[in-house]
């Protein structure tokens, strides 16, 4: 089991910055070997904005390219996620997202499971 705890959200002015943090914790935290931050804006469906593999490949929506930046810190068990240059549009609750990897078979077949956070609210002021 895992559980993930995201802590950072605000309301920021256009152009402003935030860090948002997800911790994660449970004794199946070291399985986890894919993070990513999802956000959902009022109405609208939750969209992947970031996402960061235990190897460090990174990969982002377009809009949030050259201002969003994520990284993990596996020591921590915490991934990160700057915002800078933030626009109205990036306001909505965003949500961190772990999957953990293991292997469930003799074959080598691998089991993946997905947590999700509580969420934490940006809301970027025009």
């Known amino acids: 089991q895992v559980v993930l705890v995201e802590s950072g959200g605000g309301l920021v002015q256009y152009g402003g910055s935030l860090r948002l943090s997800c911790v994660a914790s449970g004794r199946s935290v070291n399985e986890i070997k894919y993070m990513a931050w999802y956000r959902q804006a009022p109405g609208k469906e939750r969209e992947l904005v970031a996402s960061i593999t235990d190897s460090g490949y990174t990969d982002y929506k377009d809009s949030v390219k050259g201002r969003f930046t994520i990284s993990r810190d596996s020591a921590k068990n915490t991934a990160y996620l700057q915002m800078s240059s933030l626009k109205p549009d990036d306001t909505g609750v965003y949500y961190c997202?772990?999957?953990?990897?293991?292997?469930?078979?003799?074959?080598?077949?691998?089991?993946?499971?997905?947590?999700w956070g509580q969420g934490t609210q940006v809301t970027v002021s025009s």
């Open positions: 997202k772990g999957q953990t990897s293991r292997v469930i078979s003799v074959e080598g077949a691998i089991g993946r499971r997905d947590y």
